[in-house]
């Protein structure tokens, strides 16, 4: 951490600042307190909580009671929290990508960071999984951490000789102006359908989160990979290049990269690609559609970020499917398939189902369930969805966290009436297996990587492929 004291942020006293924080419960001696309002609470409340603690400044709107303490007085106290977390932790990897969009952006920036070590970067990417160098996985509380967490990870990788990392950029992240102060290289954009509206309520809003990165967020003229299958990326795509960006339009409608063919196989696809104008062969070792676009994306952000052709190409012959994406959990005596999968939204549900559906002889079953405190309104149709894409659905519980789990499960099955319940997952998941038949196939959606059940404010342990495999020995 960078070494700072009192008068180095213009206020008076030679003190020096032993670190930041934006939580009072996290104050030691010597911090800042970043003293935010919130969506919930207000951080001003916790300043004398703050002092009590040790805080020796407060950083907060001009009128903010700091109760004698010096004030860094900011109309816009988020970014300059972030401003201070990066004059803390100035160091950064040179090359950094974010990738936006509703579905897709753990999976991509773990492709791009394969694709990258394969070039030989030393490379890293972070976001839902945590943070992951060639060297491991490190946990992370969220998808786009607090600016704080952000630039002290960045900051560590790029002491570790990391040259490249690719971060996922959330909508919460964007709006909250968690990654503001980070040196973007390039921006890539998956897809956008319905997730979050609890949060930013309109579907505009959403989407306007999410150009933040583009617009805002990412100097002139960087490179820009966006897949255009959907409205939204047309429009980004549009936006990109009316404003000079170097924009590359990707996907079956992508005109940079265009994805002529797939051809599915039992655990591989063949992909035939027109990278500018020429055609391209390549097998890639991971099951479904939505994967396939999601290496493409990764293959776009490589070439943007100076990867030779070739090697792109060749690297993507050779990727590691991600924890908990279409991951095959193990087999029934009788040869059924189960996976496990962490699709969370209707789109997801929807091309989980249909890239599963080619190789199911039998009947495609599904165990999953809804997140509570998360949009309420995607779980009809999260529930219709299952309903009409699969033959067999058992509705469950999901990280119900502060909501009533059965009242989350009744709002599923308005979807999908012809449902079976069962509220423990443990017990759905293993109603599920019990239904398999030679020749059918089980998905159990919703939480794919994650390790633990979220009841009330307390964490279960608890595995999607853990309890599959005990359940299957
Ligand atoms: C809705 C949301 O995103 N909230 C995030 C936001 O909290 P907030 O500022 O609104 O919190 P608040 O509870 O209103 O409190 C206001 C302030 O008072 C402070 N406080 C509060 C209590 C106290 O005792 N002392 C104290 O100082 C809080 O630290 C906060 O600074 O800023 C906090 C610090 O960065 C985050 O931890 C918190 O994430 C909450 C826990 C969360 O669950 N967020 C999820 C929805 C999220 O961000 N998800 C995205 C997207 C996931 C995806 O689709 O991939 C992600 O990037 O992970
Ligand atoms: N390109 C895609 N289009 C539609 N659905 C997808 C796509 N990629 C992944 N999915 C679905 O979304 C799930 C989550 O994928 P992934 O973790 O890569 O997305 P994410 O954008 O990081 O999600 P989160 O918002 O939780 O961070 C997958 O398990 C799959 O069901
Ligand atoms: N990043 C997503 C993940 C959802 C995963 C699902 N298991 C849930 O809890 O809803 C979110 O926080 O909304
Ligand atoms: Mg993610």
């Not at 930041?20 to 970043?34: E, I, Y």
């Not at 062969?281 to 052709?309: D, M, R, S």
């Not at 990280?399 to 079976?420: F, H, K, M, Q, Y």
Request: proline share 5%; charged share 25%.
């Amino acid at each position: 951490m960078n070494c700072l004291a009192l008068k180095d942020l213009g206020l008076s006293g030679d003190a020096e600042v032993t670190g930041l924080s934006c939580d009072s419960r996290l104050v030691k001696p010597g911090h800042v307190f970043a003293a935010l309002p919130g969506t919930a609470l207000d951080g001003r409340d916790y300043i004398p909580q703050a002092i009590k603690s040790g805080a020796i400044a407060i950083l907060s709107t001009p009128d903010a009671d700091t109760l004698g303490l010096p004030l860094l007085a900011s109309d816009e106290p988020r970014l300059d929290y972030a401003r201070l977390a990066k004059r803390l932790y100035p160091g950064q990897p040179a090359t950094v990508v974010a990738v936006t969009g509703t579905n897709g952006k753990s999976s991509t920036v773990e492709f791009l960071r394969q694709i990258w070590q394969f070039a030989g970067h030393t490379s890293a990417c972070f976001g839902t999984l945590g943070v992951r160098t060639e060297n491991g996985l490190a946990p992370m509380s969220h998808t786009t951490p607090d600016a704080l967490v952000l630039h002290s990870v960045m900051d560590s990788l790029h002491t570790d000789g990391v040259t490249h990392v690719a971060m996922e950029a959330s909508s919460h992240g964007l709006d909250q102006r968690r990654m503001d102060e980070v040196a973007l290289s390039a921006a890539g954009f998956t897809n956008l359908t319905q997730d979050h509206y609890d949060y930013h309520e309109t579907p505009e809003a959403y989407f306007e989160a999410k150009a933040r990165l583009f617009t805002e967020l990412l100097p002139d003229r960087s490179p820009v990979v966006v897949m255009v299958d959907d409205e939204a990326g047309r429009s980004l795509y549009d936006r990109c290049e009316a404003e000079d960006f170097y924009a590359r339009s990707i996907g079956w409608s992508g005109r940079d990269i265009r994805i002529a063919e797939i051809m599915p196989h039992a655990a591989s696809q063949k992909l035939t690609l027109i990278i500018d104008g020429e055609r391209s062969q390549i097998e890639i070792p991971l099951a479904g559609e939505f994967q396939a676009l999601n290496a493409v994306t990764a293959l776009g952000l490589a070439l943007v970020t100076g990867v030779p052709k070739d090697t792109a190409l060749a690297a993507m012959e050779g990727l590691s499917g991600v924890s908990g994406r279409l991951e095959i959990a193990g087999r029934k005596n009788n040869g059924a398939p189960v996976f496990v999968d962490f699709a969370h939204t209707e789109d997801g549900l929807l091309k989980l189902l249909q890239s599963i559906r080619p190789h199911v002889e039998g009947k495609l079953r599904i165990v999953f369930g809804c997140g509570g405190d998360r949009d309420p309104d995607k779980r009809a149709k999260m529930g219709a969805a299952a309903c009409r894409h699969a033959d067999d659905v058992i509705v469950t519980d999901d990280n119900p966290r502060t909501e009533v789990p059965a009242d989350i499960r009744a709002a599923v099955l308005i979807g999908c009436p012809s449902a079976t319940e069962v509220g423990d997952r443990r017990a759905a998941i293993a109603e599920g297996i019990s239904r398999l038949e030679a020749g059918d196939c089980l998905v159990v959606a919703g939480k794919g990587h994650e390790q633990g059940q979220i009841v009330g404010k307390t964490v279960i342990p608890f595995s999607d492929v853990t309890v599959v495999q005990e359940l299957l020995a």
